[in-house]
């Protein structure tokens, strides 16, 4: 009787370390998997930050901020960026604050002669459910008296102050000026052909 309860009970015991056993490798292929999705939403996110480029505040979005200046060594600079205004009613950008140095908003004019100026504004307004491009020849945010030796493709932090709605914090990337991208070589291929042919077949027939 005793042999018949202690072959019982070690079948109850095997099978029970089989099922858990097999729930084990379960459990732990399940956490692999877990671990494995955790990894690389992760990582997409870490991506997606590092290449985002796009801020937004109360309905203003401000798309990629970059930062163009003349050299490491450069007092002055210009930053550009997409001002997207997606309330009904206009949006007033006041003014901005940077490290960088002393930000002003501005606008470059073209006069008759075709004569760029530099003008100071108070604000920039951009009206209901429209966008206004930042950009050289228009309208800009002009630093000047920078502080720091500037690096390409490094962030630099500003803060813009919206009339009522607050303010906006955001990263201007610097970038390497445009170069020109026109030729200044000029290709003269004018062919000069001198084909005259002078024939001078004047007969002096002296009859004496």
């Known amino acids: 009787m005793r042999d018949i309860d202690f072959n ?4 109850i015991i095997l099978s ?6 097999k729930d084990f490798v379960i459990l732990r292929f399940l956490l692999r998997k877990i671990s494995l999705s955790a990894l690389i939403a992760l990582f997409s996110l870490g ?15 401000v798309s990629n901020p970059h930062l163009v200046v003349f050299g ?16 009904s009613s206009a949006v007033i950008l006041n003014k901005v604050t940077s490290d960088i140095g002393a930000a002003m908003l501005h606008k470059t004019d073209i006069d008759e002669k075709g004569i760029a100026k530099m003008k100071h504004l108070e604000n920039i307004v951009v009206p209901g459910n429209r966008s206004l491009k930042l950009e050289p020849g228009g309208v800009h945010i002009m630093f000047m008296n920078i502080r720091n030796k500037m690096e390409e493709n490094e962030r630099y932090p500003a803060t813009l102050f919206f009339e009522g709605l607050g303010t906006l914090e955001i990263d201007f990337i610097l970038k390497s ?3 020109n991208k026109k030729s200044d070589k000029h290709k003269h291929g004018h062919k000069h052909k001198h084909g005259h042919k002078h024939k001078h077949g004047h007969s002096h027939k002296h009859d004496h």
Request: charged share 25%; no cysteine.
């Open 8 to 11: 019982f009970n070690h079948e």
């Open 16 to 21: 029970m370390v089989y099922r858990y056993k």
């Open 47 to 61: 991506i997606m930050v590092a290449n985002a480029t796009e801020v937004d505040l109360n309905k203003i979005t």
């Open 72 to 87: 490491k060594n450069a007092k002055s600079g210009s930053g550009y960026f997409v001002l997207s205004n997606n309330n």
């Open 177 to 179: 000026p445009k170069k």
